[in-house]
């Protein structure tokens, strides 16, 4: 406003316009002189006595986005219309007319706009920024306790062979000290309990094959001479004493029972001799043994029906068995046992399937797959399992290998994975020096 009255001033000195002719101080009102001192986004209005007024506005060099319409209320709300300001063009102290200017509000609008989007832009830039330094910083800085969790992880499935890395922050460190202390004394304690358990299973294995052969020399010879007995008493009393005949009978196959009851126990605690027939034959003894059992019992059922159907047990060997060493195949054929008696104990199947699997690549293993289709939830023997479960799980750890317990299509599947290596540990201790 007041580069427009010097204008008017300037004109009206240099050119020695007066009185009525004053308004020729303005000679061409949209001049580049008069344009010049209009700013963008301004209306300038000049009024000469008499006359109709005349309006200028100032040309936007920059074409500026129209602001959306919320930005406008709000902007209105808060600051209302712009308000014109107004001054009098006086010449011998009279008013010869009046300049006002007033802000466009559109024009305003829009630079506010822009100015409030440069500086959300800014404000979002740093606030982006910021966080993202804060991400790396926070992140740089838990990445300790990442890793633990990591080394926790692996600590959970059994992997005792983890270990934490040294941190630059000292309450990181005490964790990782602690944790690698920790994982260090369960490494020997849980190599100490296998060494154990190992020795302990081979007692068993020793206990077992002495009260099998005590079994076999007393208690059999013992039965062995009951049945020879009831038989000579039945034969000499049949003509004139047929009820103490009929007596002797029955304690003779009270004996006979008794005597295949014997040999079941025998089989299961004095398997056959590894070494000479094999794994393969000994578990395709069993195999036999567990079908002949079946068969025995459905053929002296009096009224056999589709759901007292005994179940048919088949073996299946993949790979060379050769590379099993001894204590290794006495574990497997132990479990072998225990799966077939929880299979039929624990279920009605009318198949189980038994399967060795030998690996010679890319590591020497070998598994044994038992299932079935009796139903059944594998979940009762994860969780509970009882004794014969828990016994394959302390043969499974004590021969580093892993047991499986998972869901059949129809049933249950067991796998139990041993390496062949683990076989010279218990060897060593089957016959120390």
């Not at 209306?43 to 000469?48: E, G, N």
């Not at 712009?82 to 006086?90: D, F, I, K, N, T």
């Not at 800085?141 to 992997?159: F, K, Q, Y």
């Not at 578990?283 to 759901?307: C, E, I, K, M, Y």
């Amino acid at each position: 406003m007041r580069e427009v009255q010097e204008f008017g001033w300037r004109e009206l000195t240099w050119r020695g316009s007066a009185g009525r002719n004053a308004k020729y101080a303005f000679p061409d009102w949209r001049s580049s002189d008069v344009l010049r001192v209009i700013s963008p986004g301004y209306c300038v209005t000049i009024t000469w006595l008499d006359e109709t007024p005349r309006r200028l506005c100032g040309n936007e060099t920059e074409v500026s986005p129209e602001p959306p319409e919320i930005f406008v209320r709000l902007y209105t709300m808060i600051f209302g219309e712009s308000r014109p300001v107004e001054r009098h063009l006086l010449v011998n102290r009279r008013s010869v007319g009046t300049v006002s200017a007033v802000a466009d509000h559109a024009a305003v609008l829009r630079k506010a706009w822009r100015q409030v989007s440069v500086e959300f832009l800014i404000a979002a830039t740093m606030s982006g920024g910021i966080c993202l330094l804060v991400v790396l910083v926070v992140g740089h800085a838990l990445m300790p306790a990442e890793i633990i969790t990591g080394g926790l992880r692996r600590l959970e499935t059994g992997d005792l062979t983890v270990r934490l890395p040294a941190f630059r922050t000292r309450e990181f460190q005490h964790i990782a000290r602690a944790f690698n202390d920790l994982t260090g004394r369960l490494a020997l304690t849980t190599q100490q309990r296998a060494t154990l358990t190992k020795r302990l299973f081979i007692v068993q294995e020793e206990e077992r094959r002495s009260l099998g052969r005590d079994l076999h020399d007393e208690f059999g010879q013992c039965l062995t001479a009951t049945s020879a007995l009831a038989g000579a008493i039945a034969a000499g009393t049949r003509g004139d004493r047929p009820d103490i005949a009929e007596d002797a009978g029955e304690i003779g196959v009270l004996t006979e029972r008794m005597m295949q009851t014997l040999r079941n126990a025998l089989a299961r605690l004095r398997p056959p001799e590894l070494i000479e027939m094999g794994l393969v034959r000994c578990l395709d003894h069993l195999v036999a043994t567990w079908n002949a059992r079946s068969f025995s019992s459905q053929a002296a059922s009096t009224a056999p029906s589709s759901g007292s159907a005994r179940p048919v047990f088949r073996l299946d060997i993949v790979g060379d068995p050769g590379i099993v060493p001894e204590p290794v195949a006495l574990a497997l054929y132990r479990i072998a046992q225990e799966c077939l008696t929880n299979a039929v104990r624990h279920g009605r199947p009318s198949e189980v399937k038994v399967r060795i699997v030998c690996a010679s690549e890319p590591a020497r293993a070998v598994s044994l797959i038992v299932e079935d289709d009796g139903g059944g939830d594998p979940a009762d023997l994860t969780v509970g399992g009882g004794h014969g479960i828990l016994g394959i799980r302390e043969r499974m750890v004590a021969l580093g290998g892993v047991l499986s317990i998972g869901a059949a299509p129809m049933g249950i599947r067991i796998e139990a994975t041993i390496p062949c290596a683990a076989g010279s540990v218990a060897s060593h201790l089957d016959h120390p020096a």
